[in-house]
């Protein structure tokens, strides 16, 4: 299996199939993606969002085309390796959980050495990089980096998404149409005040097909646990396509009766909060035992 590896310049501003494609791959290849952080930088020295322009803080790196991905079938993507070399903390006005706290815009660089994000000198945090946007072309139109997140992927912000995760993502369009950004040096769950630890870096994923998988929105393997996402209109709604979800994996592919997997998702299943761009919830399934 090849590698190949791509530059932060090699950018998109949408998912959209009408995108030309900056790398073609078989299934199995190795892609390192650089991302970018320009956009924070020119914010830390006083240029506005406006200025800068919103569609340059969530870029992503691609598409790339996979050989003979067609429509109904999964992709495989398997997170090998994270780098980040700097990252910043914005604090924007009337912006997420926490903007009205503050009545101007803040910028800082955080220092990342010894394995952790120094926000000042005496107060660090464990770097734990992180994928924040990643997702295919949709089968109609463009998909947002910013918001929603769709179920091909999109801005879903999983703190989940780190070294060791495998991916799975249902394709919509011939060659999938793969891109990927917004890396984070740290985020808690469910990115609560709607902005991380933003960062630059790149990060190796190896990217497979699975043909006819019958996939329906975005899945984890995280050790021995199946994530099963679901979207929608209201934390409710979400709520309850994960549980199916993870219903109908253990019924159908894990062959249980209906009560037995009834019994096994009331004692051991757990539901998680993806991030806010959209109502995400994980219902998170582990393996029998």
Not at 219 to 238: D, H, I, P, Q
Request: net charge negative.
């Amino acid at each position: 299996m090849a590698s190949y590896a791509l530059a932060k310049e090699q950018r998109a501003f949408a998912f959209d199939a009408t995108l030309p494609h900056v790398l073609e791959i078989e299934s199995g290849d190795t892609v390192t993606f650089e991302t970018g952080d320009v956009a924070y930088e020119r914010l830390s020295k006083g240029e506005s969002v406006d200025v800068i322009g919103l569609e340059n803080f969530n870029a992503v790196t691609g598409p790339v085309f996979v050989k003979d991905a067609q429509p109904g079938d999964a992709l495989k993507i398997e997170i090998l390796d994270i780098q980040v070399r700097r990252a910043w903390s914005v604090w924007l006005p009337a912006f997420g959980g926490l903007g009205a706290h503050t009545q101007s815009t803040q910028v800082r660089e955080i220092s990342l050495r010894d394995g952790r994000a120094h926000i000042t000198e005496s107060l660090t945090v464990p770097i734990r990089a992180m994928i924040g946007c990643i997702g295919v072309a949709p089968a109609e139109g463009q998909g947002s980096t910013f918001m929603p997140a769709y179920p091909f992927g999109g801005n879903m912000d999983l703190r989940e998404m780190e070294v060791g995760t495998t991916l799975y993502l249902p394709i919509q369009v011939e060659g999938a149409r793969l891109a990927m950004g917004d890396l984070h040096a740290a985020m808690g769950i469910a990115e609560p005040t709607w902005v991380s630890l933003e960062a630059a870096g790149q990060a190796t994923l190896r990217i497979s097909l699975e043909k006819n998988s019958g996939l329906h929105y975005p899945r984890l393997r995280v050790g021995g646990s199946t994530y099963c996402l679901g979207m929608g209109e209201t934390l409710e709604k979400a709520y309850q396509i994960a549980l199916d979800e993870a219903y109908a994996l253990l019924t159908h592919e894990m062959g249980m009766n209906a009560f037995d997997a009834y019994a096994y998702a009331s004692a051991v299943i757990d539901m998680r909060l993806g991030g806010p761009a959209t109502s995400i919830v994980m219902a998170v399934v582990p393996d029998p035992q």
